[in-house]
């Protein structure tokens, strides 16, 4: 039996091995306290080894557990790592550099600013002792370091001319352009955290892997098609024969003629035909056989990038930890060297909103309140399942929404008792539409209407050249129009709304419909919300079986680790949202040719960057497929100029005779 308040003493160690009283916490009354490294956690454990949202200490009557949140270093029980789920009966709590241990009850102070359990911390008399160095430690404290230092410390893994952090789909992007233009693979390094097993030779680290799990989590399938525009090929540079083509053909040879209408889609788009998208597991199959021609699987590096430097030689100490199934029991903290260096790091985070954390961090098992891009088929099949009446919350407008909602109407087939109660912020009028020039966008249910999540000419037409040369005030006001949560004109999703509105198992809820709590565990508990809007027909207070939020991701870099310290270092230039009030602001700033400049290196060394991690600089769509190939073309063709190695000049007769070999699919 656990009774309270519960104090908790927290240790660190000196650099003799000795425990010093670090903190002093104590839990009030039962509940599940969040411990991590920001200062949101109930206990705040600050220190670069600890993760932002490290563990979970779940606290009643009867105990105490402990849960894992994917932690980069661990949660230790006694010296055991746990995995998962595991109950705390006594003995050592360990999360590097920082150990706790329960001990007796402590006076209740008051709560603490901002938290919603109680929680309340006393300082001890002594100054708190700062954690000893992590990896890479003092090596990386300077702008500029010495590569000797770091190799007389055993750190250096291996020296390339070329590396790619991230691993996604834009370090793949420019590893392929690489390889076109001339470049061997054994200069190049990609780093990157992937879940593949190295020992199967059907398998490989999947540039894709990331992208495609949230794809499928947010309800898009292999043979559903992906919000990506026929010319967008990111397994071939020249973007012919793309997917339309390829579809058709496919079909043709199977004497199915009606595979023509893919490529009248094309011609006939947006105007006369509805917008041509490729399927999501044609797109996945043909990256892997691009990453096979290229030599993917030999330039790969299973790690997590850590910090970035210069040397004091004109290239970049990159600070890696190995993934340690690929450490082969050698140390798992080390250095990789490269001149010229790609970052491509994607989206910097998740966003959850702050009811959706403190519900699930309350109820950690009842499976009822869900963000669109995590794990929720679920829902989905106790919906089926039951076959009694249920209220679905779904939180938020745009593409996921839409296939949220298509996917309940799925259910509904099974179960025709299912009802969906839609929340938006705010209401979009019929002619409320974004404005740009003479051009407006359609409206339907609230949401604007675009076929991509950009105009196409946002790629390689005049609204390309015009965002090039506009200064940085009047191109984000550029993209403030030219963006912004939209979605597709498709006519299954048209359908769902009209027939859920008429049949009256759809409604739209203007306003604020925030997560409360729960009526009562187990599977009989409802969630509870808080209606504020100006709809009269919906209560106040609203009970949903399950609610789905479908807010998307953080574009701020500073929330990497990576980006933030390297901003911090070399006090990087970042693109201002004009739009917003104050000093808001986005993505890198880089050059048309996507170089980092405050990065460069008088030696020769560059840094270039693609993805979301620039936006808004001066290209609009960089959180596309072909964005992301447009950014490999122009660093790529950046690097011919300034005359790095292996970088040839891509003339026309190189061009057709590298498409020839794509086409045959003989390497580079």
Not at 178 to 207: H, N, Q
Not at 611 to 623: E, L, R, S, W
Request: glycine share 10%; with cysteine.
């Amino acid at each position: 039996m656990v009774s309270f308040p519960l104090q908790l003493d927290i240790y660190v160690r000196d650099e003799s091995g000795n425990a010093i009283l670090h903190d002093q916490v104590s839990l009030t009354k039962p509940a599940t306290y969040t411990l991590g490294r920001l200062p949101d956690k109930h206990i705040v454990l600050d220190s670069p080894q600890v993760s932002r949202s490290h563990a979970l200490l779940i606290a009643d009557t009867t105990g105490l557990e402990v849960v894992d949140q994917n932690s980069t270093f661990g949660t230790f029980l006694d010296g055991k790592r746990i995995e998962g789920r595991k109950s705390w009966t006594g003995g050592r709590l360990r999360i590097d550099p920082f150990e706790i241990v329960v001990v007796g009850q402590t006076e209740t102070l008051p709560e603490p600013a901002g938290h919603s359990i109680e929680v309340s911390v006393v300082r001890p008399d002594k100054p708190p002792v700062v954690p000893p160095d992590t990896f890479p430690g003092s090596v990386f404290k300077t702008q500029v370091v010495d590569v000797g230092a770091i190799r007389a410390g055993g750190y250096i893994l291996g020296e390339y001319e070329y590396l790619a952090l991230g691993g996604g789909l834009g370090s793949f992007a420019w590893v392929d352009h690489l390889r076109i233009f001339g470049v061997p693979a054994k200069a190049i390094c990609v780093v990157g955290s992937y879940e593949w097993d190295s020992e199967s030779p059907s398998d490989y680290p999947r540039p894709y892997g990331n992208y495609r799990r949230l794809c499928q989590n947010s309800q898009i399938p292999g043979y559903e098609r992906l919000r990506s525009n026929s010319i967008s090929t990111p397994d071939n540079i020249w973007g012919f024969p793309g997917y339309a083509s390829r579809e058709t053909w496919r079909d043709l040879k199977q004497l199915r003629l009606g595979g023509l209408r893919h490529v009248l889609q094309v011609f006939g788009e947006p105007a006369v035909a509805e917008s041509y998208t490729p399927r999501s597991d044609d797109v996945f199959k043909s990256i892997d056989r691009e990453a096979a021609r290229i030599g993917w699987r030999e330039v790969c590096l299973n790690a997590r990038v850590v910090a970035m430097r210069k040397t004091s030689d004109g290239r970049y100490a990159v600070a890696i930890r190995l993934d340690k199934k690929h450490a082969l029991g050698s140390s798992r903290d080390r250095v990789v060297i490269g001149k010229f260096v790609h970052l491509a790091t994607g989206y910097p985070a998740y966003r959850t909103e702050d009811d959706v954390f403190r519900f699930n961090g309350r109820y950690l098992n009842e499976g009822r309140v869900f963000k669109a891009y995590d794990r929720h088929e679920s829902v989905y099949d106790a919906l089926e399942q039951k076959r009694t009446p249920a209220l679905v919350v779904v939180r938020g407008r745009g593409i996921v929404a839409s296939r949220i909602l298509q996917r309940l109407h799925s259910a509904r087939k099974h179960n025709d008792q299912i009802k969906v109660l839609h929340q938006m912020r705010t209401a979009i009028g019929p002619s409320s539409g974004a404005r740009f020039g003479s051009a407006q966008r359609a409206v339907f249910n609230n949401t604007e209407l675009q076929p991509f999540n950009w105009p196409k000419s946002c790629w390689g037409g005049e609204l390309r050249a015009l965002l090039e040369s506009a200064s940085p005030e009047t191109r984000s006001q550029i993209i403030g129009a030219l963006g912004g949560t939209t979605t597709a004109r498709r006519r299954d999703w048209t359908r769902i709304v009209q027939e859920g509105h008429q049949k009256g198992w759809y409604q739209v809820a203007i306003g604020r419909l925030d997560i409360k709590d729960l009526t009562e565990p187990g599977p009989a508990g409802r969630v509870l919300l808080d209606y504020a809007g100006p709809d009269s027909s919906i209560p106040k207070q609203i009970s949903a079986d399950y609610v789905i939020d479908c807010i998307g991701l953080i574009g701020d870099v500073t929330n990497s680790e990576f980006l933030g310290d390297l901003v911090r270092t070399y006090q990087l230039q970042r693109n201002r949202d004009y739009k917003l009030q104050g000093d808001v602001r986005r993505g890198l700033a880089v050059t048309r040719d996507f170089e980092v400049a405050g990065l460069r290196q008088n030696g020769g060394g560059r840094v270039y960057a693609a993805g979301q991690i620039t936006n808004h600089g001066p290209h609009a769509a960089v959180d596309s497929f072909l964005g992301l190939q447009y950014a490999a073309l122009r660093s790529v063709d950046h690097l011919n100029a300034e005359g790095a190695p292996f970088v040839s000049r891509f003339g026309v007769l190189k061009s057709f005779s590298q498409w020839l070999r794509w086409c045959f699919n003989r390497a580079p």
